[in-house]
């Protein structure tokens, strides 16, 4: 039910809507709960309405921390 | 995709859980409840409860609105659709709902009612647009992630003036829940279900951030973080608990910070008090009634609000007799001790709500947990 996904602004619309880019579909959303989205961010989509933004920058912090925190180390991916 | 396959890691998860098995301290046990479904679909899915050792052990919480949602809030919903001639929009997830007399949205579809599934609020708008001679009722059900677009909706209609728009509001609230679950008997006094802190719902936590659930922390001393839905996010968090536990300390930590603040969404939650207000009690599937759990529509909107427009009186229904959703929901039973689990109860004709959608506990096993139930039996040849 609260199932959500992170998306790619591509076009702001009028009316607080928003064309995304979902890992290569695209979809127009509403942005009218986020009014900081700008066209490169990304956004958390549910429902048809973006939610949330994500901060690309606490994502990577989040990432480093896992690296860390696990005891064997990650097998590089192929 | 961008912040999905990354979460995703299987060899870095393992190395998380070997960190949290190296950390455990020696003969303590670890409960932790996940509150939403979506956490325990991830747990499911991606088998962190294997990969965990065997000390630590997740309670399902009762976050899955749709698992909460009584039988009589169905009922309000068929009768609507059957009997006052409405349009009945409404998510998918509630279409397989049991309700009384062997009913369910689906088969009161099959009777002949107006039912439509929507995707999102904005669509159910459109249905009433589309058709101004017909009532079009919008089931809204959902935690704090639903309501949001549900009160844009209703603020779009009184904009438009619509004159057959209304929304049957079953908005239920987070924080109210967890407490109610602290207070519970089963958790303050018989101790049956252990609690040692809380993994933190991801996308409400979007919505509402971290704030609301400092009190838990200070007032009942449990830990709690708020994790993504991702399964390093989970494994991550079930590590920062342990460490919490083991130092004795019980803050609100946030693993899922690309995306939850302090503060949360305030356009989000704007709009939210713009058009709904608390309501005094809301029935919960397993629950019962809690007190200040769920939102009704503000006497500014009345026009919009389903249960003034036409009447509709609550009649709460008990659930079926063997049914122990009640008992999963607050996390004293598991799935596999129901009696129906598996066999009278599957996906396919649920008779409690936990097994209706993928986030709830019953289906989260059934689909991905109920072989490894059964012993491996290797036979000679």
Known sequence: ?78 | MKYVDEFRDGALARGIADRIAAELQPGRRYSFMEFCGGHTHAIARYGIAELLPPEVRMIHGPGCPVCVLPIGRIDQAIHLALERGAILATYGDTMRVPASNSLSLMKAKARGADIRMVYSATDALALARANPQREVVFLAIGFETTTPPTALVIRQAAKEDLANFSVLSCHVLTPSAITHILESAEVRQYGTVPIDGFIGPAHVSIVIGSAPYQHFAEEYRKPVVIAGFEPLDVVQAIGMLVRQVNAGRAEVENEFIRAVTPEGNVAAQAVVSEVFELRERFEWRGLGEVPYSALKIRPAYARFDAERRFALDYRPVPDHKQCECGAILRGVKRPTDCKLFGTVCTPDNPMGSCMVSSEGACAAHYSYGRFRDIPVVSVPA
């Open chain 1, 1 to 78: 039910m609260c199932l959500a996904l992170p998306a790619r602004v591509v076009a702001l619309l009028p009316d607080d809507q928003a064309q995304i880019d979902l890992g290569g579909v695209r979809k127009t959303v509403s942005v009218a709960l986020t009014p900081d989205a700008r066209v490169g961010d990304y956004v958390i989509v549910h429902v048809g309405h973006a939610i949330g933004l994500i901060d690309a920058a606490e994502a990577e912090r989040t990432l480093a921390l896992f690296a860390e925190m696990a005891l064997t180390p990650s097998e590089p991916s192929a």
